[in-house]
């Protein structure tokens, strides 16, 4: 057969791909701080079940507690913003629909498992071009223009926008801004009296089309960081801090006076700069390059602010984790007011953790929260995406320009059950990690609290005594998970 050959080296590759990423780590209790089993899903997959069947909600993309203006702390909510049919946009599924991404809120005094819709975009009388393709950033904001708190919700879509709510109840949701750009608002941070946000076309990732747009205007519009009072939006950074190769700006946290911004740099690895300093005329400043620890580290996408440090998580290459080695982890960064930055998990790191905190298939240090004096670590776990990529061979095929196999073609068959008997693993789906000090950690879970499609923890939030932990999940719809509430 013309793809025998093609077949059996994916095949190779996959199970070597998967039994050297082996189970390396188990859950560990420690000495205090919360365990896998003081968790409890408080929803259904995709939040329902008629929804998730119309709409396939599959990230908990955003999540924020916010008490809007003359409600006690207790009358508050935990809001989520969702992103949809993400196996469409990945190309799993060729024929695109129209997605309806959603905000909910968390409303235990219903019952244990409700999540009210307070934003349905289904609703918003929008074409598709118009309407947000999922909210991926939420942030709680008082405005320094009029002084009224709002919350607010960055959009994805073929336009970008940002969306606010005074109350958070439904009809009060207004599109404050948008920008006829293909991207979305990936990073939300409150410095300084303002609410700064970066946007990134990730669309270009996977879409040659809106990388070649970027590249008609002149400049790259993908490493962007705005400002906003609650007025007016205005451009603060647009040229990548100086380098071409900084192709977006994945994550923003204000730190010691500074607002510290985590870069997208596939070529040269990440880096991390800090700018809008105490004095009105400070440029910025470069703080890592280069990926910190190991050029591998292609962007820093998740940044905490933690016992005096700012912690940075990374996002490992994922050409080089499929290529050159097999699978390659990401590492934890964290910087001291001095901008003196050591690993944390990684090469060198001050406590011995490994890459991944040695789950050599975790790719994204993709969330962090504290609850309760301890720090918590979400990480991605590829080996899902791995499996379901490589038991359709198919797609495979058709990224390397060798067309299409028939549902019957006997290397389908072949390919399948050979990954079907690889993936006999326990550590599928998402881990989390606590620690005390940063430097010695323990892990909660190693498999999306159970499900192996939970391959992320994408949000964490600790509200009401409580961790809310949102967990992606592109299979049977996204799930979200709290510690019990105490009695």
Known sequence: MKFRGVSSCVVLCAAVLFFVSG???????????????????????????????????????????????????????????????????????????????????????????????????????????????????????????????????????????????????????????????????????????????????????????????????????????????????????????????????????????????????????????????????????????HGGPRWLNEAFMTMYVWQDHLYVGSQASFIMRLILGGLKPADLLRIDRADHWEAVAGPNSIGGEKSGFGERSNGYIWSMCEHDGWLYAGTYDIMPGLNYMFTHPSFMLGMMGLGKESSESPEKVFVTTAIELAAWKSNYGGDLYKTQDGKKWYCVTVDGFGNHNNYGLRTIKSAFGRLFIGLANPYDGLEVWASKAVQ
């Open 23 to 289: 189970c390396l780590r188990q859950p560990e209790k420690g000495p205090g701080g919360l365990n896998q089993s003081d968790f409890e899903k408080i929803c259904a997959n995709g939040f329902d079940p008629v929804d998730q069947a119309q709409d396939q909600n599959d990230y908990p993309w955003s999540m924020e507690y916010f008490v809007p203006d003359g409600k006690t702390p207790e009358e508050g909510f935990v809001y989520v913003g969702t992103w949809n049919r993400v196996q469409q946009w990945k190309g799993f599924q060729p024929n695109r629909q129209p997605v309806y991404p959603e905000i909910r809120r968390y409303r235990p005094d219903a019952s244990p498992t409700t999540w009210q819709r307070v934003l349905d975009t289904r609703d918003l009388n929008m074409d598709d071009h118009s309407r947000p393709h999922g909210f991926r950033s939420m942030k709680s904001y008082r405005n320094k223009s009029d002084g009224k708190l709002y919350l607010y919700a960055g959009g994805r879509g073929d336009t970008t926008s940002l969306w606010r709510s005074e109350t958070g109840e439904p009809g009060t949701w207004e599109q404050f801004w948008v920008e006829d750009q293909v991207g979305s608002i990936r990073g939300l941070s409150v410095h300084n009296g303002l609410l700064y946000m970066s946007y990134y076309n990730d669309y270009a990732m996977v879409d040659k089309a809106a990388g070649e747009d970027d590249a008609k205007k002149g400049d790259d519009p993908s490493a962007i960081i705005m400002a906003t009072d609650g007025a007016t939006v205005w451009t603060v950074m647009n040229d990548g801090f100086g380098n071409k190769s900084n192709v977006g700006i994945f994550t923003l946290e204000s730190f010691n006076g500074w607002l510290y911004a985590g870069t997208h740099n596939p070529l040269q690895g990440a880096e991390v700069w800090k700018l809008e300093g105490p004095g009105p005329a400070a440029a910025p400043i470069k703080v890592i390059d």
